[in-house]
């Protein structure tokens, strides 16, 4: 009820504004519009000065936009008043002769000076600091929002907190074009002024003498106090409003008033002021000013200087005392230990050699290509990779970098920064010198050559890389190997949250009734780690609700997923016009594999003897290597009875071999064995 009645409140206070433009208002109403005029204007002056950031008084330009509507609305009725009746009111009066004395010249002076100060001094130096502010703000946009996203890569803010900061760096860039535009006002309000003053005082004149019947020397003297107390308790609002205006614009963050910076900032070096008493006694001394006008500002400034370096002794001791308490309390409590369990999902650690990866002033871009990985993960793999921690350890290697999955080392690498990485075509060129090391993401054989080698490798056929691409190859490969570890309740809660904003009835029908937040994570983490892409959920969650009125073993409720994906894993293993070259599962391994499926409470297993389990092995082993080496991606191809167990045994030894079914293909995909895996 509060929020209509400030509403309805603002927009007729807005009407009410074009009303008084057209009907006449008596004398009393104008007084009291007059004083609330001058209070508003002293009410904007000061909460422009109290104002911490610019955004606190973010409404600023609109509210400067009214107040001039405002006071040229009551420019209108004053003109009115005085050119019909030859009189303003108590207001106008008084400004017109107790402010001035009652002398019409000095009057006139100090509303052309007031004119001068407002057009001139202040308007022209907010409107040019207002332009230049919106120009810059624009133009610095980019870089800041950059800023937010490395400050959340390294794991510095959240994401709630980054989402503040970059409505912050919008409200700021319209803040400051709306203010550029609203100072327009303000000098389009001067230069009125002086126009109604001109008019009021001709137009009193001719009125005067030929409606009034007064005399010119009557006519003069009447309308021309009337037009200067109009001018003066019009233009001392503005003018008020225009140092506000100035104040706000020219106001730089502190997170305090202006007071408490101007105190702060100019009189925070007691010594200078020192220099100051000095200086005014000198002056005072050895000029006919004398000694008896500058003694009492010199011993102010000097009281004033030695105050405050006594306070600033007392506040540095109260800090360091502050501080030591601070740090006791933090010790004994019992949070200083909690803190100590948290873990991050993901971290990247590197030697005090590789800082310049990470360091923007020297180049290093890292942080740029960790919000690339974290984009490019979420288009192929379809989950959102947590906040990446990024610092260093002095415990590594110089050159050495290392990775951990919640707290845990899971790869490990060393570079040099001066080198770049080569990689061999296949068959090595003796000429190309180099480092001999082993490439950290996909583990081939490769060379660090330096500059000068660089080009030689490339015209040799060496894939040549250099050493930031080398550490995000490497990281994004890691991410997606354990991809499935970094998918958690709350990651999947999140993942089917975003699904709900476009098909609730699916999500609704699934979740909780037939399988809970849990089962659809074992889903997606199987999927996972087999590096199938859950990033079309709507197909997953579809699959999910037809299957789970029947079984809730997520095992097989991960094959009926993958059957239901079977466009998607064939595009991902297949290429245009090619064949699908793969290694088919022998009867005889189906067979011995359908006789060790154990059923139990949780689902079934494989439960295979591990001589069996070494046969296989060893035959596998063979046919995969003969693949490789003919340079052809090893595929396993089985039954869709079998898959989910011949899986369980290819993953012990050979996790990064595919294994699909008969079900997971298209109809029209080409398939060609190239081999069979048996037990021999």
Not at 24 to 39: M, V, Y
Not at 106 to 135: D, H, M, N, P
Not at 280 to 304: D, E, K, R, S, Y
Not at 381 to 400: A, F, H, K, S, T
Request: glycine share 6%; net charge negative.
């Amino acid at each position: 009820m509060g929020f209509k009645f400030k509403e309805v409140g603002t927009i007729l206070f807005v009407i009410s504004i074009v009303v008084m433009m057209v009907i006449p208002l008596p004398s009393a109403l104008l007084d009291l519009l007059l004083i609330l005029n001058i209070s508003l204007a002293l009410t904007i002056l000061l909460v422009s000065m109290y104002t911490k950031e610019t955004l606190e008084f973010s409404i600023f330009p609109t509210v400067l936009l009214i107040t001039t509507l405002f006071r040229l609305a009551l420019n209108v009725s004053t003109t009115r008043n005085i050119l019909s009746h030859g009189e303003g009111g108590k207001v106008i009066e008084t400004f017109g002769s107790f402010v001035v004395g009652g002398n019409q010249v000095v009057g006139f002076v100090v509303f052309l000076i007031l004119i001068i100060i407002q057009f001139i001094v202040i308007t022209k130096g907010s409107e040019r600091v207002a332009e230049v502010a919106a120009r810059f703000t624009l133009d610095a946009m980019p870089g800041k929002q950059m800023s937010i996203d490395a400050d959340l890569n390294a794991g510095m803010i959240t994401e709630a907190d980054a989402r503040v900061r970059r409505k912050k760096i919008e409200n700021e860039a319209d803040f400051y074009g709306a203010m550029d535009g609203a100072s327009k006002f303000v000098k389009g309000d001067a230069i009125a002024g002086i126009i109604i003053f001109i008019v009021n005082i001709i137009g009193g004149f001719i009125i005067g003498m030929l409606i009034h019947d007064m005399s010119f020397a009557e006519s003069a003297s009447r309308f021309t106090t009337m037009s200067v107390g109009d001018a003066l308790v019009s233009q001392i609002p503005a003018l008020l409003i225009s140092t506000a205006a100035g104040i706000i614009v020219t106001r730089s963050t502190s997170g305090e008033g202006l007071g408490e910076d101007i105190v702060k900032q100019m009189f925070s070096f007691p010594r200078l002021l020192y220099i100051v008493s000095g200086c005014m006694l000198l002056l005072g001394l050895f000029t006919p000013i004398g000694i008896l006008p500058v003694l009492p500002v010199c011993g102010i400034m000097a009281f004033a200087a030695w105050k405050m370096e006594k306070n600033q002794k007392m506040q540095i001791q109260e800090s360091a005392d502050k501080v030591e308490e601070q740090q006791m309390e933090e010790v004994r409590s019992p949070e200083s230990v909690v803190n100590l369990l948290q873990v991050d999902p993901i971290e990247f650690e590197f030697g005090y050699g590789l800082i310049p990866l990470a360091d923007v002033k020297q180049g290093g871009d890292l942080l740029d290509r960790v919000i690339m990985i974290r984009r490019q993960i979420a288009l192929e793999m379809g989950i959102v990779v947590p906040v990446i921690r990024i610092r260093d350890n002095i415990q590594l290697r110089p050159n050495e970098y290392m990775i951990k999955i919640k707290g845990n080392q899971v790869a490990k690498g060393e570079i040099m920064l001066d080198h770049y990485l080569a990689m061999s075509p296949g068959i090595e060129d003796d000429s190309i010198v180099g480092i001999e090391t082993v490439e950290p993401a996909f583990g081939l054989p490769a060379l660090w050559v330096t500059e000068e080698n660089k080009e030689i490798a490339e015209l040799s056929g060496y894939t040549v890389v250099d050493p930031p691409s080398v550490v995000a190859t490497h990281l994004t490969e890691v991410i997606k190997r354990h991809a499935h570890e970094l998918l958690g309740r709350q990651e999947t809660r999140a993942l089917i949250d975003n699904v709900r904003e476009t098909a609730p009835v699916l999500v609704d029908e699934l979740i909780p009734s037939l399988l809970a937040i849990g089962d659809v994570q074992k889903v997606l983490q199987k999927l996972l780690r087999e590096k199938v892409s859950v990033r079309n959920l709507h197909v997953i969650l579809e699959a999910l609700a037809d299957h789970a009125l029947f079984t809730k073993d997520p095992d097989v409720l991960t094959e009926y997923v993958r059957q239901a994906m079977a466009r998607q894993i064939t595009l991902q293993f297949t290429e245009p016009g090619q064949p699908l070259r793969v290694l088919t599962a022998g009867a005889g391994l189906e067979k011995a594999i359908s006789e060790r499926v154990e059923q139990s409470e949780q689902g079934s297993y494989l439960a295979m003897d591990p001589e069996t389990s070494q046969r296989i092995f060893q035959n596998m082993s063979t046919e995969v290597s003969k693949m490789i080496n003919s340079g052809q991606q090893p595929i396993i191809l089985s039954s869709p009875a079998v898959r989910m167990y011949l899986r369980q045994l290819v993953d012990r030894m050979m996790p990064d071999v595919p294994v699909l079914s008969y079900s997971e293909l298209e109809p029209h995909v080409e398939v060609q064995s190239v081999g069979m895996v048996n037990i021999s």
